[in-house]
Each structure stands twice: as C-alpha cells, then as structure tokens.
C-alpha cells in the first residue's frame, strides 16, 4: 500500500501503522485532536486505513477493540485540548501581539460557539485541523464543562470509531482493496469539503457587512470592538458642558 500523494512518506498512514501499531495510531488520534502540535497529523486517512487493514488482517486487533480504543483516544484528547485552553489558553491571548494568537481569535470563537452552540463540538471532529484547535478555543471561551464534555463524546466516537468502521467495511469491497490510494485521497478531499464551504461562507458575509458598513456607519460611529466579558449596555461617553 503506498500513499504517496497523501503527503511525505513518514506521515503515512500505512507507515505510520505498520511502524507503531494500534498504540502508535491512538497516540497521534489523540495528539490531533487537541494538542498544538497535532494539527499537521493524518485523521481522517489513518482511521480509514486502521479500518482497511484490520479488514484485511495485516492489523492483528480485532475490530471491537480497535474502534472503541480510538474513540476514546478521541475522546481524551478534545479534553486534554479543552483543559488546556481554559487553564492556559487565557495568557496565550493576553497581547494582541502573540505570535500563536490574537485576541480577535477569542471574540471570533465566543461568537461562533454563541451562534453554532454544542453541535459545533461535534462538527469540528470532521474537518482536519479545526478539530485541533476547537477544543483549545473553547476552553479558553470557557464553554460549558458539562455541555463540552458530553457532545465531545457524541462528537468523538462518531468520528473515531465511525471513520474506523467505515474502511472496515469498504476493506472488503474488491473496488477499494485495488484503489486503496486513490480512495484516501478522496477520503482527504472530503473531509475538507466543510472546511472549504465554511472559509467561502465566512468571506461572503464579510464582504456583505463590510459593505453595509459603509453605508450605514455614521462620522460619529463607535466601531471599536466589544471586549468579551464586558457590560452590554455600553460604554460611557462623556458628556458635552
């Protein structure tokens, strides 16, 4: 099985797997999803190929072990990512100037998880790299532990013992077997199709407000941004004499 176009070859599933075993895939299932350095690690590939090659026997685990032990790598690594938002992620925001984040990013992600609430756990377990960062960002916008803490679960076996499965049972279509490359690459391109459709979407609303700004924002108009936290009625102007 070679994976070449999925990217360089120590990060390929298949090496990755027949190097480090079911141990190795659940360190990097955890690591990715909700650990800094996690974010550049294959997801959505390695589950689908754990699933392919548990199917064809070169993974020797049986498949209820392999499932349920990735979902809960899963799992604990979104806590892990979650806890170290809400107990560190607060002084990596304190200067706008930080090489890491901003403090926009906050207000970004207090106003997403406002809009989107607890499913937005759930989606991002489905899109690379923002299943990285999302736990990490919502401790730091300090989302409810207990709301977190269970549409994480719902989120994370969905995702980890979902994808496993899914190759688990395409691993016995004799299509995949002779495809295998070209299918991950397709499973790849999925995966970011919501990353793709939320980046579009973002851009248009942007332009749309940008553009309604323009029109609407008066000379005297107090465009500067609302600090999350803060007071809803305002601040206090002085006043003329």
């Known amino acids: 099985m070679t994976n070449l176009a999925l990217g360089p070859s120590w990060l390929s599933p298949d090496h990755l797997i027949n190097t480090y075993g079911l141990w190795g895939v659940l360190l990097i299932v955890f690591a990715e999803c ?7 690690l ?22 209820w072990a392999v499932a349920p032990l990735i979902a809960v790598a899963s799992v604990l690594g979104q806590q ?3 806890l170290f938002g809400r107990k560190v992620g607060p002084s990596l925001f304190s200067r706008p100037d930080s090489r890491l984040f901003k403090m926009e990013n906050i207000e970004k992600a207090h106003g997403f998880f406002e809009h989107h609430g607890s499913k937005a756990i759930v989606m991002a377990c489905f899109v690379p790299i923002v ?17 977190f803490a269970t549409f994480n679960v719902i989120g994370g076996t969905l995702w980890g013992a979902g994808v496993t499965l899914l190759g688990y049972w395409l691993g016995q279509i004799e299509f995949v077997k002779d495809n295998i490359e070209a299918i991950l690459v397709l499973v790849v391109l999925v995966s970011v199709v ?26 005297d108009a107090d ?14 102007r002085a006043q003329k004499n």
Do not use: C
Not at 34 to 40: A, K, V
Not at 42 to 63: C, H, I, N, W
Not at 200 to 219: D, H, I, M, Q, V
């Open 34 to 40: 909700g650990l800094l350095i996690g974010f550049f």
């Open 42 to 63: 294959p997801g959505d590939s390695l589950l689908f190929t754990t699933g392919l090659l548990v199917a064809g026997g070169t993974l020797d685990k049986p498949l």
């Open 80 to 82: 892990a990512g979650y």
């Open 131 to 147: 299943r990285t960062f999302t736990p990490i960002v919502a401790g730091v916008s300090r989302m409810n532990y207990r709301t």
């Open 194 to 219: 919501p990353l793709a459709i939320e980046y579009l979407r973002s851009r248009g609303k942007a332009k749309t407000g940008s553009e309604a700004a323009g029109y609407e924002a008066g000379p």
């Open 223 to 236: 465009t500067t941004p609302e600090v999350i936290g803060a007071p809803r009625g305002g601040r206090h």
